[in-house]
């Protein structure tokens, strides 16, 4: 701290004319000047805001400043961790604690009194080489920053409207310049906001509705700019969105199999209890019987040794004395009722297992191609502009079969359930929730999401629909059409008519005996064509579609036939 106290000495020295001055030895500041005493008001000014010292602090290199100017000021410097004297630029290593200087806080204090204000700095001042405050009066301080909106420069004084004033606070702030007015439009004494490309010029907006209307500006590209900005937050957003999703989907699946492992797991430890149970149980029933036997053989050669030893006796009347007791023999009950069947035993409960597997493999077979394309339909980009060629939408071709459960009972399924005729005489159908009641309707047994395309050869009259699941299956809220669930294409004798919600739309088109069926789920987009040697579309709608959609047919013709391709 020697160097502080050289540097309040030096300018003790200096002040001691001003304070002999604030003693009283004065009658006025003109008279302080005719005795030779100058004051000197910039040796109490703070060189950051360029006003006298409020609770001034003295750092190790002798400046001196405002506490919370050089608090600010190394405010600004912390990420470096290096602190430097605004003046000097001598650095301090780490941040230094600031006290108050009573001594300059009370000099400060008489100079105030006095009325006497600080002035700046010289090196505060604007030169010719520097851009001044356009709001200074008199001698004009540097300029610290350019606005391009007010087209003027400021001063740290100036500009602080622009960081304390709303409107301003939008403004554009530059390192001061001092060619602004090179932005003003000569022809229009306008800002000029915007680059035009053809003419490789700057200009303003109204040169824009003008002079260069229909122009290639640069105002296009940051417009552009700003809308792929949009887009990039967007899929940021939706990679999001997709990850939590997917894991979301990844940690329930596990726990849905989980479950059905536990369930499988159950079932198998149950049927080991039971057919253990049942071995225990024959078993001991087999021991009985065998112990019984066991006894009964026992007796048997007892009594076999007692007549053999009878018959050699002599004396025939002790023989027939002792013969009648020992040739009674008890009835046995049990060789009868022993009925060894073949030797299956338990593999019973083995084929009955085994058709269970059989089942379930089946089941989760067909149901996997189910959960697999609902994998797959996942797509979160924009949707693909719908195919222009047969080529183009066979590549969304898929596999439907119709659903047994679902079908009426007068339609009968065939060729592997890709085919349904109306019959005159009920099918052998078991009772199920799915099945269409009224009318002779029948759906896929897949669902379909994303995009697909299918084809259908007809015979008859017949309605080709997509329907969502939980359509009713009695009554006429069931028809394909007729509901805000369900959209039918009837192709009824030689036309064609659109059904939703019981709204029916005249179709015109080529009739053929093969309709194709775009869906794409996602964008709400489902069209219905005319397809033979050329394709016609003949309606599509556009819309929202809320669940996973099932294909269907209603067959209102007798002897009526509908084939998926």
Not at 7 to 15: G, L, N, S, Y
Request: proline share 4%; glycine share 4%.
């Amino acid at each position: 701290m020697d160097i502080f106290w050289i540097h309040v000495e030096a300018m003790w020295k200096k002040m001691e004319p001003i304070l002999t001055f604030l003693r009283g030895e004065r009658g006025g500041r003109g008279e302080a000047e005719k005795k030779g005493v100058k004051l000197d008001p910039e040796t109490f000014s703070c060189c950051i805001c360029l006003d006298l010292l409020k609770d001034p602090v003295a750092i190790p290199c002798g400046h001196s400043y405002c506490m919370n100017c050089i608090k600010s000021f190394w405010d600004g410097e912390d990420q470096k961790g290096i602190y430097s004297c605004p003046q000097c630029r001598k650095t301090f290593t780490p941040r230094l604690v600031l006290e108050k200087n009573t001594t300059l806080a009370d000099l400060s204090e008489d100079m105030k009194k006095t009325g006497l204000q600080a002035a700046p700095a010289d090196h505060c001042y604007a030169g010719p080489e520097d851009v001044a405050c356009d709001f200074c009066s008199g001698r004009k301080l540097k300029a610290i920053k350019s606005c391009l909106f007010c087209l003027a420069s400021y001063c740290e004084k100036h500009l602080q409207p622009h960081y304390d004033v709303a409107p301003f606070k939008k403004h554009k702030l530059v390192e001061p310049s001092k060619n602004l007015q090179e932005n003003i439009c000569s022809r229009h004494d306008e800002v000029m906001k915007m680059f035009c490309r053809t003419d490789q010029k700057c200009i303003c907006l109204v040169c824009v509705m003008h002079e260069h209307k229909g122009h290639d500006t640069r105002q296009e590209i940051q417009q552009r700019i700003q809308d792929r900005e949009k887009d990039v937050k967007l899929l940021q957003q939706e990679v999001e969105a997709i990850n939590h999703s997917a894991d979301k989907t990844v940690e329930d699946s596990e726990k849905i199999f989980t479950e059905l492992i536990r369930f499988i797991q159950k079932r198998s430890s149950d049927v080991k209890q039971q057919i253990r149970s049942q071995q225990e149980t024959e078993v001991s029933g087999v021991k009985e019987l065998q112990e019984k036997l066991e006894q009964e053989i026992t007796e048997l050669k007892r009594k076999d040794a007692e007549l053999k030893q009878l018959s050699h006796t002599e004396d025939h009347n002790q023989f027939l004395h002792n013969y009648p007791s020992l040739s009674a023999l008890s009835e046995s009950t049990h060789s009868s009722s022993i009925n060894i069947r073949p030797l299956r035993y338990f593999e019973d409960v083995t084929a009955a297992v085994s058709e269970l597997r059989d089942k379930l493999q089946d089941i989760l077979t067909d149901r996997w191609t189910n959960i697999s394309l609902t994998v797959t339909d996942v797509d979160v980009l924009l949707s693909q502009p719908e195919p222009k060629s047969r080529t183009g939408f066979l590549k969304y071709s898929c596999e439907i079969t119709l659903d047994p459960n679902a079908a009426h009972t007068l339609l009968l399924l065939s060729e592997e359930n890709s085919k349904v005729t109306r019959m005159d005489q009920y099918q052998s159908y078991s009772s199920h929730p799915d099945r269409f009641t009224k009318y002779y309707q029948v759906l896929s047994r897949e669902s379909l999401t994303g995009r697909r395309y299918w084809e259908v050869e007809m015979r008859g009259n017949v309605s080709v629909a997509v329907a969502y699941k939980n359509i009713s299956r009695t009554g006429y809220e069931s028809v394909f059409g007729r509901n805000d669930k369900s959209w039918s294409l009837d192709c009824y004798q030689n036309s064609y008519y659109f059904y939703y919600n019981k709204i029916r739309t005249s179709i015109s088109g080529p009739r053929s005996s093969r309709v194709g069926v775009y869906l794409d789920h996602r964008a709400g987009i489902l069209s219905f064509y005319s397809v033979s040697e050329t394709r016609t579309l003949l309606h599509r709608v556009q819309t929202t579609f809320t669940q996973p959609l099932y294909a269907g047919f209603w067959i209102y013709s007798p002897t009526g036939s509908v084939k998926f391709c």
